[in-house]
């Protein structure tokens, strides 16, 4: 990893301009990556933008550089931009920028933590054992000899904050706790970054996870417990989707629970599902590959066409 990094460094310090990309829809792991990749490249004089297909989520707006975040992608027509920093994304069209990298000489530097990365870079900084994407980040920094300031600090915690649910899942590890300890020390605002991502529920949004969680089923053949969310329910409780975050995490709590699954309705007749488990002989990585999705081998997602119906009966017919 050092010996990559450092080639990474050197091709960043010669490249003109650059984009990072995290992926659509962004999590505070792809948010933190990109702003703390956006924050080195400041101190580098680097001229660089943060591009997403999709706004940040606003419950996100604490962290720094996150309001400098732009959603037109005419930014890729400027061949000024030579090079594209692409964050926690397992693959180009689950980043979104597909469609305006594809046959361009720009280089491609992919930097990720998911099992699934297809390894589409030029440079592929992947590693499957960190806990998120900012844990790389932050043993890019440290190879190269950057300082960590207050702010990239900030970031990198919020990434291995959320990632790890708060350092309760199974992607905490050693590693983690003593990067965020680090952190930590270099001025990482820890109470900002938990009371930002754990303590915001708001009434609506915890009236709705109740009727989420009204509706778990277990299927006692596959050991799938599961549950739905619809459109109508955004409706119904007046709150956006980013609300039911965290519910498919929450499901991991369950005991004696083989696989936990919510699958949520989208526009244009789509449903996006996560799968989370803590069994270790089960890989749903696996399950989300089988409908072009990807992730962890204990936490993986998906999107794909039907009804919340047809994709869970699809889900077991493949079980």
């Given at each position: 990893m050092r010996l990559l990094s450092q080639k990474i460094h050197q091709h960043i310090k010669q490249a003109s301009r650059v984009i990072v990309a995290p992926h659509q829809n962004p999590d505070g792991d792809a948010i933190g990556a990109a702003t703390a990749f956006h924050e080195y490249?400041?101190?580098?004089?680097k001229d660089a933008v943060i591009f997403c297909v999709t706004p940040a989520n606003e419950k996100l707006h604490f962290v720094p550089h996150s309001d400098?975040?732009?959603?037109?992608?005419?930014i890729f027509n400027d061949l000024t931009f030579d090079t594209v920093v692409v964050v926690d994304s397992?693959?180009?069209r689950y980043n979104g920028i597909a469609p305006f990298v594809e046959n361009t000489n720009r280089t491609i530097i992919n930097i990720d933590h998911h099992a699934t990365n297809e390894h589409y870079g030029h440079f592929n900084l992947v590693l499957p054992t960190a806990a998120s994407t900012t844990?790389?980040?932050y043993h890019y920094f440290r190879h190269n000899g950057i300082r960590i300031n207050q702010k990239m600090a900030t970031s990198l915690l919020t990434?291995?904050?959320?990632?790890?649910?708060?350092f309760t899942n199974a992607a905490t590890s050693s590693a983690a706790l003593n990067a965020s300890g680090e952190l930590i020390r270099s001025g990482g605002n820890m109470n900002l970054v938990t009371s930002e991502t754990l303590k915001n529920k708001s009434i609506d949004a915890l009236r709705l996870w109740g009727a989420v969680l009204g509706r778990l089923e277990k299927d006692l053949r596959t050991g799938i417990t599961h549950t739905y969310l619809t459109l109508q329910d955004l409706e119904d409780y007046n709150v956006p989707d980013t609300e039911s975050e965290g519910i498919a995490n929450f499901l991991n709590n369950l005991e004696d629970n083989r696989i936990a699954l919510i699958l949520k309705e989208l526009p244009g007749g789509l449903v996006k599902g996560n799968f989370r488990t803590t069994k270790d002989d089960v890989d749903v990585s696996v399950l989300a590959k089988k409908f072009n999705g990807g992730g962890h081998k204990k936490a993986a997602g998906f999107t794909a066409d039907g009804t919340i119906e047809e994709v869970l009966?699809?889900?077991f017919s493949l079980l």
């Open positions: 490249l400041i101190g580098l004089n400098k975040i732009i959603t037109d992608p005419a397992g693959d180009l844990e790389i980040l990434g291995l904050t959320t990632d790890t649910g708060n009966k699809k889900i």
